[in-house]
């Protein structure tokens, strides 16, 4: 087994246990606030700081610089002529 799929069994083994202990703490009383708010906090926070670099990118990029049109070969204009 190379290092790539000892990597790969050990997320999924990390994924299957904490899949497991969420569901067993959605079951228990004490646990079922925190499964469920925790989550749904994190979720919020990581969309709006996903929002927010995309708009601080948005921000602090410089704007492209302007296309300038090429002269034709032709020099009769830009368009080619159309046959009706």
């Known amino acids: 087994m190379n290092k790539d799929q000892s990597y790969g069994g050990l997320i999924f083994a990390v994924s299957a246990i904490v899949f497991i202990v969420y569901l067993i703490s959605l079951t228990g009383e004490p646990w079922r606030t925190y499964a469920i708010e925790i989550p749904v906090v994190l979720g919020v926070l990581g969309i709006l700081g996903i929002t927010g670099w995309i708009g601080w990118t948005m921000l602090t990029t410089p704007p492209p610089a302007p296309l300038e049109a090429e ?11 159309e046959k009706h």
């Open 71 to 81: 002269p034709s070969a032709t020099g009769t204009g830009s368009k080619p002529d």
